[in-house]
C-alpha cells in the first residue's frame, strides 16, 4: 500500500511539474513574442540596398567615368558657351590638379572656391579631389565678414575666384581683407587677417597685382608632372575628407562640416539610380548652386557615375534660363528647390510654353507643398516627380523616391530611406518611438560626415559615439521606410502651451489662391509666449492680404491657435543661395518692426 501511494505521489509531482514547465514555457513564449513585437514595432529601419558599397575617392571615380563615357558631354554651361566631354574634363582637371602642387600646395591643404555656377566651380572642385586636396565652397553672396570668417575657419591655404559676381568684385573684397595682397609675390602672401592664405588665383583677362589668372594654371604644370596625379590616386584614401561644406546658415552662423571621399562616391551612384540615370543617357538641368550639397552630389557625383550631363542655365538661378536652357538642350531631369520651382512653373504659364523632353522633376533642399507637386507635375509634362531628402552633414541625401511609388508617396513624404542606411526615430529621452509617431529623426551610414571643422564639442553634439547622427528634423517614420517631416525641432512654436509646427500651416496657406508661398515664424509675446507670424509672397504682387483675410480662410480649417496672428507680405523672402529661407531674418524682421513701431 505504501508503495503504491508513493508511486502514485511521485506521478503527480511529476504531473505537477511537467504543467508548470508547460506553463512557464508558454508564459517565456508569449514573452518573447511581445518582446518581438514590440521590436517590430519600433520606428527602425535599415535599407540594404541592392548593389554594394564601393570603395574609390573621388578622382577614381571621374578617372572612372572618363573611359566609360568618353564623348559624352559632362558639362554644358549655357551662359558661358563651354561644352566639355568627360576625356576633356578629366585632361583639364589633372592640369589644375598638377598646377595646385607648383603653386606649393600639399596633400590635406584646403582650397576655397568662391564662384557661381559655371565651369571653374566644376573644374576646380575636380581638380583639388584630384590633387587629393580639401575644396571648400564658399557661398557667392558673401560679403567681406562672412568670407574672412570662412578662410580663417577652415585655414585656407588657396582661393580660386571670379572677379566677381553681380555687383560684387571679389578681388576687391579679398584685397580689402588682405590689403598685403597688391605688393605680395605670386603665390607668397602673407595677411595679418587670414594667416593661412597663400595663393590666390582669379579668373580675370587682367593681371591683378598679388594674383594668379585661372587660364596660366593650366599651362603652369609640365606633362610629367601632370602624368603624376593618376599615379598620386592610390595614396589618396577614399576615407579622408574631400570637401568642407559650409550650414546653409538659416539659423546662425555656418559650421564646416568635412565630407569623405567615400561618401560622396556612394551617395552620388545611389542617388543616381533612384534618378534612372542607369537607365538612359540623361541631361539634367541643374538649377541649384554648386557650392551647396545638393549640387556637388545629387547633381555633379550623380552625374559622373552615369556618363549624364550637367547642364548649368546660368552663373544663379533664373526662371527664364532656367526653362530656355531646357529647351535648348533638350533636358530630360530637372533639380531644383521648391522655390526654384514655384519661379519656374510661374515663369512657364506666363510665356505659354510648353515642354516635350522632361521625364524627372526632383526636387529638395526644403519641404514641398502638395499643391507644388501637383503644379510641377503638370505644368513641366513629366511622368514622375521625386523627391530628396538630406542635410549637409548627410552627404546630402538619406531619403528620396523609389523608382515605382503612389501619388500619396511622393505628395505626403519625403521618400523612402535610401540604401545602406540606417534610420530610427527617438523621443526626448533618446528611446525609439513606435512607427508613425513623431520625434527626432537619427540616421547611420557611409555618408555622415567625419566632423566638424575645428569644432569637437559642436561634432560631439551631433553624433554620437555610436555613429548615429541626430538630424534636429522632427519626423515621423513608417514601417515600409518611407518618412515624413512634421518639422525643426527647433521651429516649434509653443503658444500658450500648444505646440505649432510651421510646417503643416504653410502647407495649408500655400492652396490660398493668392499666395505663392508662405513660411511662418514663432515670435515673441507677453501674455502667450510666443505667437504665430506668416511671412508671405503673393502670385501677384499688386494684390494684397490682411491677416483677417487669411483668418477667414483657415477658420474651421485649421485650429484657431493655428492661425497667424500676424500677416505680413514681402515681394521677396530672404533665402541662402541654396534656395531655404532664412527664418532668423525673418524673425529679425519682425523685432525690427515691433521696435520701430514703439518709437
Sequence with gaps: MALRWLAASVKLHRGHRAGWIRCAQTVRTQSTQDQDQHERRQSYVHHIGSKPLVYRNVGQHLRLAAERFPDNEAVVSCHESTRLTFSAVLDKVDRLAASFYQLGLQQGDRVAVWAPNGILFYLTNLAVARAGMISVGINPAYQVLELEY??????????????????????????????????????????????????????????????????????????????KIERLQPRISPDSGVNLQFTSGTTGS??????SHYGFVNNGLHIGERHELDRKEHRMCVQVPLFHAFGMVIALMASISYGSTVVLPSAGFKAADSLAAIVRERCTVILGTPTMYVDLVRRIVES?????????????????????????????????????????????????????????????????????????????????????????????????????????????????????????????LREDGYGKIVGRLKEVVIRGGENIYPKEVEDFLNTYPKILEAHCVGVPDERLGEELCAYVRLKDPSERIDREEVRRYCEGKLAYYKVPKYVRVLNELPKTTSGKVQKFKLLELFTNEQEHAQK
Excluded at 391 to 402: C, D, G, Y
Design 254 to 259: 555656418p559650421k564646416a562640416a568635412l565630407m
Design 150 to 227: 570662412s578662410l580663417n575657419k577652415i585655414g585656407a591655404r588657396a582661393i580660386v575666384a571670379t572677379e566677381g559676381f553681380r555687383q560684387a568684385n571679389y578681388y576687391g573684397m579679398l584685397s580689402h581683407i588682405a590689403p598685403e595682397l597688391a605688393t605680395s609675390k605670386l603665390g607668397q602672401l602673407t595677411s595679418k587677417s587670414v594667416p593661412s592664405l597663400r595663393s590666390v588665383i582669379i579668373d580675370s583677362k587682367k593681371k591683378l597685382p598679388g594674383a594668379f589668372r585661372f587660364d596660366d594654371l593650366f599651362e603652369l604644370a609640365g606633362e610629367q608632372d601632370i602624368a
Design 352 to 476: 505659354g510654353a510648353r515642354l516635350e523632353t522632361p521625364e524627372i522633376a526632383t526636387t529638395g533642399g526644403a519641404t514641398c507643398s502638395p499643391k507644388l507637386f501637383a503644379d510641377m507635375k503638370h505644368t513641366l509634362g513629366v511622368r514622375k516627380v521625386k523627391t530628396v531628402f538630406g542635410m549637409t552633414e548627410t552627404t546630402a541625401v538619406i531619403f528620396q523616391s523609389l523608382h515605382e511609388e503612389t501619388p500619396e508617396d511622393v505628395q505626403e513624404t519625403v521618400g523612402h530611406v535610401t540604401d545602406h542606411y540606417e534610420a530610427k526615430v527617438i523621443d526626448t529621452a533618446g528611446h525609439t518611438v513606435p512607427f508613425g509617431e513623431a520625434g527626432e529623426l537619427c540616421v547611420r551610414g557611409y555618408g555622415t560626415m567625419l566632423g566638424y571643422w575645428g569644432d569637437e564639442e559642436k561634432t560631439r553634439e551631433t553624433i554620437g559615439a555610436d555613429r548615429w547622427l541626430k538630424t534636429g528634423d522632427r519626423f515621423a
